[in-house]
């Protein structure tokens, strides 16, 4: 392949594709320079006036998954050097970056991984006719049909296949059908938080961002939603360039390619994933220099918005005016034709899965505090507390448990509409309405925690506990259903502003664009920096429709449609020293009310010696439990000899090797996944010690020793298209930072 690659991307190619990519970068930097002051003023304008937002009853917590492990196990990979599939061990840090080791032996020796995926932009497809339909559209003049010879063989029925319109593909596949669920919720999960790569604490830099990718490609007339607006400000520009370089190369290549169809577009994945990379990488050094010069010239910026605020507001509002009184009948007769009648359509369509979802979301917060109570009352009271309570706080981050909310926003369709406003893809919809569920679940779950952490420090017994507990549950289910709402009508308004006003600015355009350059000279000079004529003009086109947007989204919710709360309920001070609580130390639920086992209430057994209780805790710190819990017998994978699996279409072979390591492994009794690491620092490796571990057993801290600090690997062409670690390395994953950079890599 890497041939292949060569040949077609030869030096005066390579020279073509970063030329092609710094002219259209330096086209894009300009908008972004020019909507940096834009953001930097309305943000620090923000900052002084306020939006007046009702407050929110649930509390938040600021890192909520800090040293965790989302999820971890066994799968095959499919290799495309050798076309042979291999296992993997597999880890889902608390950034999301897909980890693939060569096992877990090697992932417990602290080896460096084989490869760490960044899903940003990713389609994943259990599939191969879905794959197929995708690739088939990937080369002009190809189709592939039903049946037809994939680009390469599964050995089982239970593909996962990760496809990427430019970069490479992954190709896992599973035993089972349970399995292969179970990993397209946690892959999905993955994908779709990288999907939401651009930071929204970032106040300046991140709108300013995202409406100069819209300011670019609208003046390429291309207005509407667009799907591969996914990942950080580095993915996000490859994609843009690649869509206007790739149907160049698509074109120019496409008829050089020889050999058979899947061998021709086997060929495409890797011309175009090659081509891309060399994209990203030039991308990367371009925007890192704009954003350093931005940011250095910022404390000059805001130097002057402040001396200058009111001036500039003055004169915003003045441009406004004229801007208004201008194209404001046109707008207005625009909005009442070909907008307002189908505004109720798109907002009930939005309504229903939505509001479906978030019910969801209340009725896995209520059976899983539910459940932990009656255990509570039944296993021992406040001594099993700890371990059930560590378990709940994940519950957020748990992607089997949320899987059945997020699936609620899967049916949601435009049907008819979706055409009319230039909709691509109904995506960007589904991936923010679930987020914002995750968010939510999060915030009921933190706020039951603080309360009944509250509780628990009056000492209360065993009848007082499950008391306190249902008492506690329906204030958040209370304060749940209050922000659910609240969420759901920004939401619904933002998806509302988000699918007219493109279609709306499209219409306007003809009679409206071309005399906007008139409007310039109503700006001074010194606020050049500060307030733009596009940008203006979009504000008055929002506000024509914005009325009628927000009239439907207040009579649904006077009609009580799906649970909605008017506009005119709000808790003032429900709980008002409910935030003061939030200000403490993070809830450690394991240190605090642990059970040792020995059923004295956590504290160590008198026969136990002192340093043998230090030994033990050391080694649970080290310990790495998956918050998804194996509660049936999995797969059995994780031994130091690696199969090595030739590409086939029957399981036999597969089956017949995982006996094989069944019988060469020790055994252990039937229990879930425990994913650690000896704790013991002798460089022999011993077997860890046994602990408890019933179905569902808390999630653990990662171990100060696998703290992390990844740096991703150099690519080498140990696996084609993959970022793999050299031989000499030995740093360990880590995940003790947020930084989702430090650990994924851009592909």
């Not at 909005?335 to 798109?346: D, K, L």
């Not at 994940?394 to 055409?419: F, I, N, V």
């Not at 947007?549 to 799906?562: G, M, S």
């Amino acid at each position: 392949m890497g041939d292949v690659v060569s040949t077609h991307l030869d030096d005066a190619r390579r020279q073509h594709i970063a030329e092609k990519t710094e002219k259209i970068l330096r086209e894009f930097l300009q908008f972004y320079e020019d909507q940096y002051g834009v953001s930097l003023f309305n943000s620090m304008r923000h900052e002084i006036e306020g939006t007046g937002l009702p407050q929110a009853q649930l509390l938040w917590r600021k890192v909520p998954l800090d040293e965790r492990i989302i999820f971890s196990g066994n799968l095959f990979q499919y290799q495309e050097d050798n076309k042979k599939w291999r296992n993997r061990f597999s880890l889902v840090p608390h950034n999301y970056g897909l980890v693939l080791y060569e096992n877990k032996v090697a992932y417990e020796r602290q080896v460096p991984p084989r490869a760490v995926i960044n899903s940003a932009g990713y389609k994943v497809l259990t599939s191969l006719d879905q794959y197929l339909e995708l690739v088939g559209n990937s080369l002009p003049g190809t189709t592939s049909k039903s049946g037809s010879t994939p680009i390469f063989k599964c050995p089982t029925q239970f593909p996962l296949i990760l496809w990427h319109p430019y970069a490479r593909h992954y190709y896992f596949c599973m035993m089972t059908e349970a399995e292969q669920d179970k990993w397209q919720a946690v892959v999905q999960d993955c994908v779709r938080h990288c999907n939401n790569g651009i930071p929204e604490d970032s106040k300046v830099e991140g709108p300013a961002f995202t409406d100069a990718i819209r300011m670019y490609r609208q003046a390429k007339e291309l207005y509407g939603t667009w799907e591969m607006l996914c990942g950080n400000e580095v993915q996000i520009l490859s994609n843009l360039v690649m869509e206007e370089l790739g149907p160049e190369l698509k074109a120019e290549l496409a008829p050089r390619l020889r050999g058979k169809l899947q061998e021709r577009q086997r060929q495409w994945i890797q011309i175009s994933d090659s081509a891309y990379r060399m994209v990203y990488e030039r991308v990367k050094v371009l925007f890192e220099e704009t954003l350093s010069k931005l940011q250095r010239a910022r404390p000059a910026m805001e130097a002057t918005i402040r001396t200058d605020m009111d001036q500039i507001i003055t004169s915003k509002e003045h441009l406004a005016s004229k801007i208004r009184a201008f194209i404001l009948p046109k707008a207005e007769v625009c909005v009442r034709n070909h907008v307002q009648p189908y505004i109720p359509s798109i907002l009930e369509a939005l309504m229903v899965p939505t509001s479906q979802g978030f019910t969801e979301v209340r009725d896995v917060f209520f059976k899983e505090v539910t459940d932990m109570n009656l255990n509570v009352i039944n296993e021992g009271g406040i001594d099993k507390l700890g371990e059930y309570m560590e378990k709940l706080s994940q519950l957020a981050y748990h992607p089997l448990k949320m899987q059945g909310c997020y699936e609620k926003m899967e049916p949601l369709r435009l049907d008819g509409l979706q055409q009319r406003f230039d909709v691509s893809s109904t995506s960007v919809f589904k991936q923010r309405a679930q987020i914002l569920m995750r968010e939510q679940m999060d915030n009921a779950v933190y706020t039951f925690e603080t309360l009944l952490h509250q509780e628990l420090g009056k000492g209360p017994t065993r009848e007082e506990l499950c008391k306190s507990i249902q008492r506690i549950l329906e204030r958040v289910l209370k304060k749940y259903d209050y922000d659910s709402s609240t969420v759901r009508k920004r939401f619904f308004r933002e998806a509302l502003l988000q699918i007219t006003i493109p279609f709306l600015l499209k219409k306007l355009a003809p009679t409206c664009k071309s005399e906007l350059p008139r409007f310039q000279e109503l700006i001074f000079e010194d606020f050049a920096r500060f307030l733009l004529v596009e940008n203006t003009y979009e504000e008055v086109v929002l506000q024509t429709v914005m009325k009628d947007i927000l009239q439907a989204v207040k009579e649904a919710a006077v009609q009580r449609k799906h649970n909605l709360y008017r506009d005119s309920v709000v808790l003032h001070n429900s709980d008002p020293n409910l935030h003061l609580l939030a200000e403490g130390a993070p809830i450690d639920w394991g240190e605090e009310y642990s059970d040792s086992g020995d059923g004295s209430g956590g504290s160590p057994s008198p026969a136990a010696p002192e340093g043998g209780t230090l030994s033990e805790k050391r080694r649970r710190a080290k310990q790495v439990v998956s918050v998804v819990q194996d509660e049936e017998v999995g797969l059995p994978l994780e031994v130091g000899s690696e199969p090595s699996l030739a590409s086939s279409d029957s399981v036999t072979e597969i089956r017949g090797l995982l006996s094989q390591d069944l019988r060469a492994e020790s055994p252990l009794p039937a229990s879930p996944l425990l994913n650690g690491a000896p704790a013991q620092e002798s460089p022999q490796p011993e077997a860890v010690p046994e602990m408890p571990s019933p179905p569902g057993s808390p999630s653990q801290h990662l171990p100060p020793g696998k703290a992390v600090d990844l740096e991703p690997p150099n690519p080498t062409n140990q696996e084609t298209g993959e970022q793999v670690s050299s031989p000499g390395g030995r740093a360990p994953i880590h995940t003790t930072t947020e930084d989702s950079s430090g650990v994924q890599t851009e592909f």
